[in-house]
């Protein structure tokens, strides 16, 4: 159970990253010299390569499976 809510909470950091990125995109468009754009992508990104490791060491070590009905088919 731990394990989904890293998942969560990680998903939540994302898309907060991605809304600070897109917010400070439209308050900067006048000042070319400010990063804040730039960082807080760079951020999102760090987090989204965390996510999709912690969702492979979930499906690695087995304490997340699929169970889709489709999922043996191929």
């Not at 731990?2 to 917010?23: G, M, R």
């Not at 960082?39 to 889709?68: C, E, K, P, Q, V």
Request: positive net charge; glycine residues 6%; aromatic residues 12%.
């Amino acid at each position: 159970m731990w394990l989904k809510t890293i998942i969560v909470v990680l998903f939540l950091a994302v898309l907060a990253s991605l809304t600070s990125a897109l917010v400070f995109l439209l308050r900067d468009m006048g000042a070319p010299e400010s990063k804040r754009t730039l960082y807080a992508l760079g951020i999102r990104i760090s987090l989204a390569a965390l996510l999709l490791l912690t969702i492979w060491y979930g499906f690695h070590s087995g304490i997340l499976s699929n169970t889709a009905p489709w999922a043996n088919k191929y």
